[in-house]
Structures are given as structure tokens and as C-alpha cells.
């Protein structure tokens, strides 16, 4: 039997294959190394670290200016603990819902910030999830802790130990949403892509947040406006402070409530309402009541509604054409098919709708303090969904058509653009040494390709085998091999399909 002998596609000028990007092993979920330990350690413990030091300076400060013993201390810090994070207590017969959103708010940075720190360039699912609960396992333990003593404090102070599953529910949903935001903000493209969301879905992510950063700073501005016009009524919620630590101490308290008075000042610019238990107050109408007796409150308006009042509501009018006019320009949608716009204005809703439940809640003998959100949900969406609507349709005739972006404006889709320049995270795959390998590679390939560097030769011969029935030829018939030798050269230019044979 004679031996086949093949040769193999080949280049000539050497064969180079393109780097694939880097992928960690997946196998290694459960393997960690000292270096991602550690980094794992900091994500629980430092947020928790910081939160609970503050809390622990601040309860104390407060009872020894106070004269009060310290036999109620751990009780007080297990209440802070869980007060910053919306936990509801009730001290003696007083339920306290409504709970500062300033100190909530500082504490999600802090693990957001750990959470994006954590994050590297190469991360897998497996690193993204162990980030996750690490930031998650923190809190949970502290949160455990806390519920312990309170439970124990609760026969030494009036503190009545809080529910258990919404504690736990607080908490996890707190630091799920720092963690989720601090990796967005480090990988959310790659993010994106994990959820498979679609482009429209993108834009629509983005122009929800412009729509309520908007909105909060439009409210913000309206509320130091309104505290400085009612500035000469500060001085009375001070006359009970006493000493120069009550003074500091309704100051800082002031501040922690003023995250929350912003968000209802929001309902007020849409056309909803707030309530602080039977007083209420809006565009349209005042209703009088008891007030807390807090210097933020003197921004809170008690006397009958003025008339230039509803003029207010040209602000989520004007925030809603503005989203309009970025999405005409970020995204492709039509005229026809608003979804982009539909999908922001839906997801500015949810978010402001949620942080009009936290911001609100039930205050002792005040009542309920809080925005009509069922009210509050439909006018945000209107506003926001109409006038965007106008602003894109406004846009694509006289603006933007689509599939056009005027110079300048960043394209959220395009990796070559600015965009993202201020992710503050290093390319996903490619170190610069790779990147040059791999840019080489194609300059050398394919730049100035002319068909002669590449060529596939084949070369065969005809192998006699014994076949299993001997067949048998008629006289005279051509016993010639079929195929001596053959080499079969590819063409000049791959993509015009001929090919030469010798």
C-alpha cells in the first residue's frame, strides 16, 4: 500500500492568528486568591466601618451634651444603624417612618464606591457577583447585630425592637442598588450587554437620569428659593433649641431632612401634592396644619396659594421637550415609534416614584408626611412622555433627522467616541502591547493585499488500494491513474472565486 502524503493550507509569510480577548476562568468562583480577599474584605467592611464609627461619634456627642447617662448607648447606636437605613422604629408609642435620605444617601456612595473599585477591566460573572455579596454581607451582619441589641436595649431604653424581615429587606435592597449602580459605573457596557438591553432601552436609561437630575435640581432651587423668602420665620424654630448644641443639633437635623423635602417639592412641580399629616400644599391650593418645628420647615408655604403659582409647571414641561431634544439626537427613534422617549419617561417615573416612598413615612402625632403618589406617578409620566414627545418630534423635522447627529454631540453607541471618556476604566480586553500586535497584524495582512503573499497549494497523489471486491474491467479500457499529481493555486483576488489547476 502506497503512503498518502497531504500538505497543509499554508501561508507563506507565516501564519498569525488574532488574539482573543481575555477571559478569565470561570471555574474559579469558588477559589479565591489572597489579592481579591482583601479586596473583598474592604468592600463589606469599610462602608460599614465608616457608617457605624459616625454613628457611634454622633450618639455619643448627643448624650453626653445632652447630661444623659450612657446606659441606653448601644440601644441608640443599633437604632442609628437602622434608621439610616429606612428601617422604621418606634421609640416608646411614637412610630418614626419618616427617616433622613441624607445619611442613607452617603452611606450607598460610600459602597458604591467600593463596589466600582473593585471592579477591574477583566472581570467575569463570577467576580461581579462576589463583589455583589460582599457588599451585600456587610451590612446584613451588621444589621443582625443591631436587631440583637435593640432586642436586648429594649428593656433599658424605649425602643421597641423593629420587624425583623423588613430590616433585613431594607438593608438588602439598599446596598443591592449601590452595588448594581457602582459596577454600572465602572463596566456598563458590558453591563448592557449582560442584560441585552436594546439600543432604545439604552438611550432610555440615560435620558431617565438626565430627566431626574433635572427635575431634583429644579426642586432644589425652589426650595432655598422658598427658604429664603420665609428666612424671618427661622428664628422661632430656634427659640426652643437652648443651648448652642440644640442650635447644632436641629442644623444638622435640618440638613439630613433636606434630601426629603426636595422630593416633595418634585410632586409640587409636577401638580401633585404634599401632605405633612393634615396640612398639604401645591400649585394650586394650601392647606394649613401643625408643622414640625424644624428650621428647614419655615420653606414649607402655610398661607393661601398665589395666583402665578401653576407657572411652576412650565419646569417639567421645559424637562420634558429638553429629553425629547437629547433623544432625537442619542437615539434612533421616529416619529412613529417613540420608544426611547416612552422608555425614559417610564423610568424616570419608577425612580422618582420610589424615592417618594422613601422620602415619606409616618412622623409621631404629625401623621403621615409625603407625596399623593398614586397622583404623583401619573402627572410625572405625563409630563415627562408628552413634551418629550414634542421635543422629539420638534426635532426630527427641523433638527435631527434620523440617523444624523449634529458635530459634536457624542454618539452613546460608537467605542471611538468620547462618551464614555469619563468611565475612569482601562480598555475591556487589549493591553497597548496587544492592541500593536493586533493592529499590525491586519496592516500586514490585509492593508495593501495584492493576492500574491497568499497561496493555497494542494498537493495529491493517487493511492492504490486493495478494494475489498475486485472489480473487473472490460478490454481495452483505460487503466490510466485518474490522477497522477495535482496543486491547486488560489487566485489572484480571493473574492472573484476562480481558481487556476496544474
Given at each position: 500500500?502506497?503512503?498518502?502524503?497531504?500538505?497543509?493550507?499554508?501561508?507563506?509569510?507565516?501564519s498569525?492568528?488574532?488574539?482573543?480577548?481575555?477571559?478569565p476562568?470561570e471555574?474559579g468562583f469558588?477559589s479565591?486568591?489572597?489579592?481579591?480577599?482583601?479586596?473583598?474584605?474592604?468592600?463589606?467592611?469599610?462602608p460599614?466601618?465608616?457608617?457605624?464609627?459616625?454613628?457611634?461619634?454622633?450618639?455619643?456627642?448627643?448624650?453626653?451634651?445632652?447630661?444623659?447617662?450612657?446606659?441606653?448607648?448601644s440601644?441608640?447606636?443599633?437604632?442609628?444603624?437602622l434608621g439610616?437605613?429606612?428601617?422604621?422604629?418606634?421609640?416608646?408609642?411614637?412610630?418614626?417612618?419618616?427617616l433622613?435620605?441624607?445619611?442613607t444617601?452617603?452611606?450607598?456612595?460610600?459602597?458604591?464606591?467600593?463596589?466600582?473599585?473593585?471592579?477591574?477591566?477583566?472581570?467575569?460573572?463570577?467576580?461581579?457577583?462576589w463583589?455583589?455579596?460582599?457588599?451585600?454581607?456587610?451590612?446584613l451582619?451588621?444589621?443582625?447585630?443591631?436587631?440583637?441589641?435593640?432586642?436586648?436595649?429594649?428593656?433599658?431604653?424605649?425602643?421597641?425592637?423593629?420587624?425583623?424581615?423588613?430590616?433585613?429587606?431594607?438593608?438588602?435592597?439598599?446596598?443591592?442598588?449601590?452595588?448594581?449602580g457602582?459596577?454600572?459605573?465602572r463596566?456598563?457596557?458590558?453591563?448592557?450587554?449582560?442584560?441585552?438591553?436594546?439600543?432604545?432601552?439604552?438611550?432610555?436609561?440615560?435620558?431617565?437620569?438626565?430627566?431626574?437630575?433635572?427635575?431634583?435640581?429644579?426642586?432644589?432651587?425652589?426650595?432655598?428659593?422658598?427658604?429664603?423668602?420665609?428666612?424671618?420665620?427661622?428664628?422661632?424654630?430656634?427659640?426652643?433649641?437652648?443651648?448652642?448644641?440644640?442650635?447644632?443639633?436641629?442644623?444638622?437635623?435640618?440638613?439630613a431632612?433636606?434630601?426629603?423635602?426636595?422630593v416633595?417639592?418634585?410632586?409640587?412641580?409636577?401638580?401633585?401634592?404634599?401632605?405633612?399629616?393634615?396640612?398639604?400644599f401645591?400649585?394650586?391650593?394650601?392647606?394649613?396644619?401643625?408643622?414640625?418645628?424644624?428650621p428647614?420647615?419655615?420653606?414649607?408655604?402655610?398661607?393661601?396659594?398665589?395666583?402665578?403659582?401653576?407657572v411652576?409647571?412650565?419646569?417639567?414641561?421645559?424637562?420634558?421637550?429638553?429629553?425629547?431634544?437629547d433623544?432625537?439626537?442619542?437615539?434612533?427613534?421616529?416619529i412613529?415609534?417613540?420608544?426611547?422617549?416612552?422608555?425614559?419617561?417610564a423610568?424616570?417615573?419608577?425612580?422618582?416614584?420610589?424615592?417618594?416612598?422613601?422620602?415619606?413615612?409616618?412622623?409621631?402625632?404629625?401623621?403621615?408626611?409625603?407625596?399623593?403618589?398614586?397622583?404623583?406617578?401619573?402627572?410625572?409620566?405625563?409630563?415627562?412622555?408628552?413634551?418629550?414627545?414634542?421635543g422629539?418630534?420638534?426635532?426630527r423635522?427641523?433638527?435631527?433627522?434620523?440617523?444624523?447627529?449634529?458635530?459634536?454631540?457624542?454618539?452613546?453607541y460608537?467605542?471611538?467616541?468620547d462618551y464614555?471618556?469619563?468611565?475612569?476604566y482601562?480598555d475591556?480586553?487589549?493591553?497597548?502591547?496587544?492592541?500593536?500586535?493586533?493592529?499590525?497584524?491586519?496592516?500586514?495582512?490585509?492593508?495593501?493585499?495584492?493576492?500574491?503573499d497568499?497561496?493555497?497549494?494542494?498537493?495529491?497523489?493517487?493511492?492504490?488500494?486493495?478494494?475489498?471486491?475486485?472489480?473487473?474491467?472490460?478490454?481495452?479500457?483505460?487503466t490510466?491513474?485518474?490522477?497522477?499529481?495535482?496543486e491547486?493555486v488560489?487566485?489572484?483576488?480571493?473574492?472573484?472565486?476562480?481558481?487556476?489547476?496544474?
Amino acid at each position: 500500500m502506497n503512503s498518502s502524503r497531504n500538505s497543509l493550507v499554508r501561508r507563506t509569510g507565516g501564519s498569525r492568528q488574532v488574539p482573543e480577548p481575555h477571559e478569565p476562568d470561570e471555574a474559579g468562583f469558588l477559589s479565591l486568591t489572597p489579592e481579591r480577599a482583601r479586596v473583598l474584605v474592604l468592600v463589606a467592611g469599610r462602608p460599614t466601618t465608616y457608617a457605624l464609627a459616625t454613628i457611634i461619634v454622633l450618639v455619643l456627642a448627643t448624650l453626653l451634651t445632652s447630661g444623659s447617662n450612657l446606659a441606653g448607648t448601644s440601644g441608640a447606636i443599633a437604632a442609628g444603624w437602622l434608621g439610616v437605613h429606612q428601617v422604621p422604629l418606634v421609640i416608646g408609642k411614637t412610630s418614626l417612618g419618616l427617616l433622613p435620605l441624607l445619611p442613607t444617601a452617603l452611606v450607598l456612595w460610600l459602597a458604591g464606591r467600593e463596589c466600582a473599585r473593585a471592579v477591574e477591566p477583566d472581570c467575569t460573572r463570577a467576580d461581579l457577583g462576589w463583589i455583589v455579596g460582599a457588599a451585600l454581607g456587610g451590612p446584613l451582619l451588621i444589621t443582625a447585630i443591631c436587631l440583637a441589641v435593640a432586642e436586648d436595649a429594649s428593656g433599658v431604653v424605649a425602643l421597641q425592637p423593629p420587624n425583623t424581615l423588613a430590616a433585613f429587606a431594607w438593608v438588602f435592597g439598599l446596598y443591592l442598588i449601590a452595588a448594581v449602580g457602582g459596577i454600572a459605573t465602572r463596566n456598563r457596557r458590558e453591563l448592557f450587554v449582560l442584560l441585552r438591553l436594546p439600543e432604545w432601552a439604552i438611550s432610555g436609561v440615560y435620558g431617565a437620569g438626565r430627566a431626574m437630575l433635572r427635575l431634583l435640581g429644579c426642586a432644589a432651587a425652589l426650595v432655598v428659593l422658598s427658604f429664603l423668602v420665609h428666612i424671618p420665620r427661622v428664628g422661632d424654630t430656634y427659640q426652643g433649641a437652648g443651648n448652642f448644641a440644640g442650635v447644632l443639633g436641629l442644623t444638622l437635623l435640618s440638613l439630613a431632612y433636606l434630601p426629603n423635602l426636595v422630593v416633595q417639592a418634585v410632586g409640587v412641580l409636577v401638580g401633585s401634592s404634599a401632605q405633612i399629616g393634615v396640612a398639604s400644599f401645591g400649585v394650586f391650593s394650601v392647606a394649613g396644619g401643625p408643622i414640625p418645628a424644624v428650621p428647614l420647615m419655615a420653606a414649607v408655604p402655610t398661607g393661601p396659594a398665589a395666583g402665578w403659582w401653576p407657572v411652576l409647571l412650565l419646569i417639567p414641561a421645559a424637562v420634558g421637550v429638553l429629553g425629547g431634544l437629547d433623544l432625537a439626537r442619542s437615539s434612533t427613534d421616529r416619529i412613529d415609534a417613540p420608544w426611547a422617549t416612552l422608555c425614559s419617561a417610564a423610568l424616570a417615573t419608577v425612580g422618582l416614584l420610589l424615592l417618594g416612598v422613601v422620602a415619606g413615612g409616618e412622623l409621631g402625632t404629625f401623621g403621615r408626611i409625603g407625596l399623593d403618589l398614586p397622583v404623583f406617578a401619573v402627572v410625572t409620566f405625563a409630563w415627562l412622555a408628552i413634551p418629550g414627545y414634542v421635543g422629539l418630534a420638534f426635532a426630527r423635522w427641523f433638527l435631527v433627522p434620523v440617523g444624523t447627529a449634529p458635530d459634536g454631540y457624542a454618539d452613546p453607541y460608537d467605542d471611538d467616541d468620547d462618551y464614555y471618556a469619563d468611565d475612569n476604566y482601562a480598555d475591556d480586553y487589549y493591553t497597548d502591547d496587544e492592541y500593536t500586535d493586533h493592529r499590525d497584524y491586519f496592516e500586514d495582512d490585509y492593508a495593501d493585499y495584492d493576492g500574491a503573499d497568499l497561496e493555497v497549494e494542494l498537493d495529491g497523489e493517487l493511492v492504490d488500494e486493495q478494494t475489498a471486491i475486485d472489480t473487473v474491467r472490460a478490454p481495452g479500457a483505460n487503466t490510466t491513474p485518474d490522477i497522477v499529481d495535482a496543486e491547486v493555486v488560489e487566485a489572484d483576488l480571493p473574492e472573484s472565486g476562480r481558481v487556476e489547476g496544474r
